[in-house]
């Protein structure tokens, strides 16, 4: 029998992507960890590999095609001793009965009226707790034949998606694993309706007879106006602001990249900035948390994101376990990601988690800003610019020094203000005194 190829999850928030490009075509061969097509989603570009073995019968969904929904058939594999014609008798059916189900959201009184059509035939895409479910076509077939309940079963393949082998070693009438103590924090978790703005036909006709382009709006800036917006209307931010003196760095950074450029490295003031908020967040354990529905996680490494600017968006990498590292080897994974970040090629994982983030401008000659938290994290760092500045010293005498104002945006559910001002106290101490991040 035929398989379909669904369009893939490659991230737990992904809900469509772009089919960019075919890395197969009808009549090829794949075996398990093939690369078969390149996805956009509203992020990255990601490789989605194959997860059955078979000859690639018919592509259902042409590369360069936009908004295809996840779990939506994009191409029909054929096992062995099967050919073309098979599929107009088995798959293109079950492709329509896909494609109609996202747009079927309220359940049409037909359906209602024949509970006893069977079910065994759609991809169970979500499961009784709401939640979906992912697994290979051939398993999820498997398992209908064999009576059994993929929610019962654990996954062994790419983001615990359910695959043969896992399908074919589990027993029927095993019990389910319990899924109601997911439910209410779900709940507490979900959202309440956010405000809208005017509809855009309202704002259309404001602007009837000037002259304007109008501009699609791609997933990536989709995305940014979705959680930016929810961003603004639930987390309740609180704002502390502080200059620090940067004159004590900015010697230290030049006689370290002296010293530092036989090896060709050449450290930045972010550079220090980040390693300065990671020890920081150790310093004051308690901040470094992050706001879960119900609860907060703290965590215990310092995972510190950093806003990346690129065409139409941005992204936040995560530089993971920050603290442990040295400065040398935080400014060479930070351009790393930079640079992919730019040509859009990091993975989900590398700017997803972290607990604090940090959005520099300060290049652009900013001197100050109000950062907006990227949820789930508990503050995130805005820096302006290094200005010279008068600055009246502890006998009284007005000098100049370079001055780099910084505002914490803080999540007041997850850290109140005595503990935001504690944690920017810190990171002003390490700026200060930068010998102190060596110790």
């Known amino acids: 029998m035929p398989t ?3 369009m893939p999850a490659l991230s737990p928030t992904m809900e469509e992507g772009t089919l960019a490009k075919w890395l197969v075509k009808e009549g090829d061969t794949v075996s398990s960890g093939d690369l078969l097509a390149e996805i956009e989603t509203d992020k990255a570009t990601m490789e989605f590999e194959a997860v059955d073995e078979g000859t690639v019968g018919k ?10 929904k996840v779990n939506t058939p994009i191409a029909v594999l054929l096992e062995e001793g099967e050919s073309a014609d098979d599929i107009g008798e088995t798959s293109a059916p079950e492709k329509s009965e896909t494609a109609e189900k996202p747009a079927e959201k309220p359940v049409p009184k037909e359906a209602q009226a024949e509970p006893e059509k069977p079910a065994a035939k759609a991809p169970p895409a979500p499961d009784k707790d709401g939640e979906r479910i992912f697994a290979s076509p051939l398993a999820r077939r498997i398992a209908a034949d064999k009576g059994l309940d993929l929610g019962s079963i654990k996954g062994s393949g790419p983001h615990g998606r359910i695959v043969k082998a896992d399908v074919e070693s589990a027993k029927p009438g095993e019990a389910p694993a319990p899924a109601a103590e997911k439910a209410a924090p ?7 309706a956010m405000a809208q703005g005017p509809s855009t036909e309202a704002v259309t ?10 501009v699609k709006l791609d997933g990536m800036r989709k ?3 979705a959680r930016l917006t929810e961003a603004k209307q639930s987390i309740p931010h609180f704002y502390l602001r502080r200059d620090i003196k940067l004159d004590a760095l900015m010697k230290f950074r030049a006689d370290l990249n002296k010293q530092l450029e036989g090896r060709g490295v050449k450290l930045s003031v972010n550079d220090f900035i980040i390693k300065a908020c990671a020890l920081a967040l150790q310093s004051v354990p308690d901040a470094n948390a992050v ?18 600017a690129i065409e139409g968006g941005l992204f936040t990498p995560v530089l993971k376990d920050a603290e442990m590292k040295s400065l040398s080897a935080l400014s060479a994974e930070m351009k790393d990601f930079a640079t992919r970040a730019r040509d859009r090629k990091l993975a989900p994982h590398e700017y997803q988690g972290g607990s604090f983030a940090i959005s ?34 502890k006998d009284g005498e007005v000098t100049v020094a370079t001055v780099m104002s910084v505002t914490l945006s803080v999540d007041h559910r997850v850290i109140d203000g005595a503990l935001g001002a504690q944690l920017l106290q810190a990171i002003v101490e390490n700026l200060e005194n930068p010998m102190v991040m060596l110790a």
């Not at 592509?59 to 295809?68: D, M, P, Q, W, Y």
């Not at 006709?205 to 109008?214: H, L, V």
């Open 186 to 192: 779900a709940a507490a978790a979900a959202p309440a």
């Open 59 to 68: 592509i259902l969904v042409a590369e360069g095609t936009e908004g295809v």
């Open 291 to 308: 706001w879960a529905g119900d609860r907060m996680l703290k965590l215990k490494p310092s995972d510190v994101a950093v806003a990346v």
């Open 360 to 393: 520099n401008l300060g290049m652009f000659g900013i001197d100050n800003f109000d950062a907006v938290i990227n949820p789930p994290h508990g503050a995130i760092l805005a820096v302006g610019a290094g200005v010279k500045k008068p600055v009246i010293g």
């Open 4 to 6: 379909e190829i669904l």
């Open 205 to 214: 006709k404001m602007y009837e007879g000037r002259d304007y382009e109008e």
């Open 223 to 225: 995305t940014i106006a």
